[in-house]
């Protein structure tokens, strides 16, 4: 049975720096693609980044590259995703996600298996 809780929304002002993160149980992150994702009122949801542990990348959509940072702890067994330098842009409901149902790896990855999400607001 594979749990995923994301944890670290909230508010915070523009420019400031948010740290979520996301535990895993049922899958190992090590071994597991794994995404962030997220969806603003009215727009269609986005993938924001992923991780493939097998090959040691990362991917990022171009909306948050260089601002925002995935990342995984193994002792923890928790995705994490930094954002920096955040604007009214970002604020979203972000989910994380976990096992790609087609075996690749990346932001366009159909995962099989999803959080409840954590809300972050940029004002």
């Known amino acids: 049975h594979v749990q995923l809780v994301e944890s670290g929304g909230g508010s915070v002002q523009t420019g400031g720096s948010l740290r979520l993160s996301c535990a895993a149980s049922?899958?190992?992150?090590?071994?597991?693609?794994m995404g962030w994702f997220r969806q603003a009122p009215g727009k269609e949801r986005e993938s924001v980044a992923a991780i493939d542990p097998t090959y040691g990348r990362t991917f990022y959509a171009d909306s948050v590259k260089g601002r925002f940072t995935i990342s995984q702890d193994t002792d923890k067994n928790t995705i994490d995703l930094q954002m920096n330098s955040l604007n009214a842009e970002d604020t979203a409901m972000y989910y994380c996600a976990a096992l790609s149902a087609d075996g690749r790896c990346g932001l366009r990855s159909v995962f099989q298996f999803w959080g409840q999400g954590t809300q972050v607001t940029v004002s």
């Open positions: 049922g899958v190992t992150v090590s071994a597991t693609c």
